[in-house]
């Protein structure tokens, strides 16, 4: 079984159509892991001052849980475990208040903890609660906190397990998932080379494994059978239409992405700004270049605000040129979550005493501007309003930026094409 599985490993690893190369390695992954943990610790903050509410819509929880549902295909559904189901009265954390705060204290312990005996332990104290409803599921939270230590979980994750070692695993119970995790910890381990420390890569392999996108190797069986699997492996390219449309989508949006940072970023230039362009995006390949050409090359002063790492990952800041005090930040949502940026650009703005001098602006495709409303409508964001993000729609940054780039200077010109929300 070892040499097949490792077979079958490198075989995934290079698979474009794969989770690891289109969702591991897609970059916006790790930049909303830190807004996805403060949203978690909202959540905690809410519920430890009785503030929460009885109710998922409209929480700071479903925000939260929708961000993680946006992370492309392995945690799509991710919200399903926490929508209020009333003719079942399940998950029970919104109308009993002890299993809601039993279910903060999970997080809290999780946030605020650094080894593995810690996490499994407020599992377990989670665990003893035995709250209906709230099962394995919460685990796809407590990823977002120590994807080191906490294994994702799903169906096809779970089936993709059983399926490569033959155990039997059930979804809803909490010490299955942990005797699985333990599994995964062994299995990671034994195949670290190829994978990593981050326990995404690995649940990404179950999870195409228990999508049926790949064959599972046989863990006993002649020569035959074994050139049968190696044929069937071999002919995984691409196992479903919609899907290969759905990762050439991807890509695409990718790069539509890196080219609205791109034209930000010479806007910028060209309006007499210094810029800034994310931490993770600087090397992104742009115009024969790297989108951080001609960008500052060290994090300024203005950026490193206090108890928020999120800022220095804004898609791209402009600065006075002089004083390199933040003039403006824009997050690009292209399809990303929108979530997230809103997190960053308001970690920015509340993390100093400059928040009256700065322009925030949420810039995304015309047909994204409801969703856009949305986002900043819900509770969580209820400081956006005094804040001023506007949102400016790609059609008018594709007719307008070359003009303002021509004959504009200052912040006027990108506040002359930007809508007030």
């Given at each position: 079984?070892?040499?097949?599985?490792?077979?079958?490993?490198?075989?995934?690893?290079?698979?474009?159509?794969?989770?690891?190369?289109?969702?591991?390695?897609?970059?916006?992954?790790?930049?909303?892991?830190?807004?996805?943990?403060?949203?978690?610790?909202?959540?905690?903050?809410?519920?430890q001052a009785g503030t929460f509410g009885n109710a998922y819509r409209g929480s700071s929880l479903e925000t939260v849980v929708s961000s993680i549902a946006e992370q492309r295909q392995m945690f799509k559904g991710a919200d399903h475990a926490f929508l209020w189901k009333p003719k079942l009265r399940i998950p029970d954390i919104y109308e009993n208040a002890d299993n809601q705060r039993a279910f903060a204290n999970l997080l809290h312990a999780c946030d605020c903890c650094d080894t593995e005996q810690e996490v499994?332990?407020?599992?377990?104290?989670?665990?003893?609660?035995?709250?209906?409803?709230?099962?394995?599921?919460?685990?796809?939270?407590?990823?977002?906190?120590?994807?080191?230590?906490?294994?994702?979980?799903?169906?096809?994750?779970?089936?993709?397990?059983?399926?490569l070692t033959g155990s039997s695993v059930k979804l809803g119970k909490w010490d299955h998932y942990l005797a699985m995790r333990e599994g995964v910890l062994v299995l990671n381990a034994r195949y670290r080379d190829l994978l990593s420390n981050d326990l995404g890569a690995i649940a990404g392999l179950l999870f195409d494994l228990g999508m049926a996108r790949y064959p599972v190797p046989p863990r006993e069986g002649d020569s035959a059978t074994v050139a049968a699997w190696e044929t069937d492996l071999a002919k995984v390219r691409e196992e479903a239409a919609s899907f290969a449309r759905q990762i050439q989508a991807n890509r695409t949006e990718d790069a539509t992405h890196t080219e609205v940072q791109g034209w930000l970023r010479d806007l910028g230039k060209a309006l007499g700004f210094s810029v800034w362009v994310a931490t993770n995006d600087?090397?992104?390949?742009?115009?024969?270049?790297?989108?951080?050409?001609?960008?500052?090359?060290?994090?300024?002063?203005?950026?490193?605000?206090?108890?928020?790492?999120?800022?220095?990952?804004?898609?791209?800041?402009?600065?006075?040129?002089?004083?390199?005090?933040?003039?403006?930040?824009?997050?690009?949502?292209?399809t990303t979550s929108i979530y997230s940026g809103i997190v960053r650009l308001l970690d920015l703005a509340l993390g100093s005493d400059q928040s009256a001098k700065k322009h925030l602006f949420l810039v995304a495709?015309?047909?994204?501007?409801?969703?856009?409303?949305?986002?900043?409508?819900?509770?969580?964001?209820?400081?956006?309003?005094?804040?001023?993000?506007?949102?400016?729609?790609?059609?008018?940054?594709?007719?307008?930026?070359?003009?303002?780039?021509?004959?504009?200077?200052?912040?006027?010109?990108?506040?002359?094409?930007a809508k007030t929300l």
């Open positions: 079984m070892t040499d097949l599985t490792r077979t079958l490993i490198e075989r995934w690893k290079v698979d474009k159509n794969g989770t690891y190369q289109s969702w591991f390695l897609w970059p916006e992954r790790l930049k909303n892991f830190r807004s996805i943990r403060r949203g978690i610790g909202a959540v905690v903050n809410e519920i499994v332990q407020a599992i377990q104290q989670l665990s003893q609660h035995g709250i209906k409803g709230l099962g394995p599921a919460a685990a796809n939270l407590l990823y977002f906190i120590h994807p080191t230590l906490v294994v994702p979980f799903n169906t096809a994750i779970v089936n993709g397990y059983n399926a600087r090397s992104r390949p742009f115009n024969g270049g790297a989108l951080g050409d001609g960008c500052l090359s060290s994090i300024p002063a203005s950026l490193l605000v206090a108890g928020a790492d999120t800022v220095p990952l804004i898609d791209v800041v402009w600065l006075n040129a002089t004083s390199l005090e933040v003039e403006a930040a824009f997050e690009v949502e292209h495709p015309d047909a994204r501007e409801a969703d856009v409303r949305a986002q900043l409508s819900r509770p969580a964001f209820s400081r956006v309003s005094e804040l001023g993000i506007r949102y400016v729609p790609y059609t008018s940054l594709t007719e307008h930026r070359e003009n303002m780039a021509r004959f504009g200077a200052g912040i006027k010109p990108i506040e002359a094409i």
